[in-house]
C-alpha cells in the first residue's frame, strides 16, 4: 500500500508542477500541500505524532494568503520547506516557467 500511495503523490505533485509552469502567464496560482501526518482516519492506528486536520488547513489558508506555491502546513512537513524552496528542482520548475506563453 505505501508504495502505491507514494506513488500517486509523487505523480500529483508532478502533475501540480507541470499545470503551474503552463498557466503561469495566464494569472492563474496552482498550490501543492504537502503535509506530514495528519490525524485522520488513514492513519488512525499509527502510533506517530500527527497534526490536527484543523491546524492544517489553517495553515493551508494562511499560506495561501502568503502566496507560498507548495505548502508545508504542519510541524513535520515545515522544515522541509526551506530545503525545497532552495532546491534544484524548485530552481528548474522556475526557469520552465519563465518559457511559458503569456496569453492575453
Same mark, same amino acid.
Given at each position: 500500500?505505501?508504495?502505491?500511495?507514494?506513488?500517486?503523490?509523487?505523480?500529483?505533485?508532478?502533475?501540480?508542477?507541470?499545470?503551474?509552469?503552463?498557466?503561469?502567464?495566464?494569472?492563474?496560482?496552482?498550490?501543492?500541500?504537502?503535509?506530514?501526518?495528519?490525524?485522520?482516519?488513514?492513519?488512525?492506528?499509527?502510533?506517530?505524532?500527527? %497534526? @490536527?486536520?484543523?491546524?492544517? &488547513? +489553517?495553515?493551508?489558508?494562511? /499560506?495561501?494568503?502568503?502566496? !507560498?506555491?507548495? #505548502?508545508?502546513?504542519?510541524? %513535520? @512537513?515545515?522544515?522541509?520547506? &526551506? +530545503?525545497?524552496?532552495?532546491? /534544484?528542482?524548485?530552481?528548474? !520548475?522556475?526557469? #520552465?516557467?519563465?518559457?511559458?506563453?503569456?496569453?492575453?
Amino acid at each position: 500500500m505505501i508504495p502505491a500511495y507514494s506513488a500517486s503523490k509523487a505523480a500529483a505533485f508532478s502533475l501540480t508542477q507541470s499545470l503551474r509552469a503552463q498557466v503561469a502567464g495566464q494569472g492563474v496560482r496552482v498550490h501543492a500541500v504537502l503535509p506530514g501526518p495528519v490525524d485522520t482516519d488513514m492513519t488512525r492506528g499509527a502510533d506517530i505524532p500527527k %497534526a @490536527s486536520p484543523e491546524s492544517v &488547513a +489553517l495553515a493551508i489558508f494562511d /499560506a495561501i494568503d502568503n502566496g !507560498e506555491e507548495e #505548502i508545508f502546513p504542519d510541524p %513535520a @512537513s515545515a522544515p522541509l520547506a &526551506a +530545503l525545497w524552496r532552495d532546491g /534544484a528542482a524548485k530552481v528548474l !520548475e522556475r526557469q #520552465i516557467a519563465q518559457l511559458a506563453p503569456v496569453s492575453s
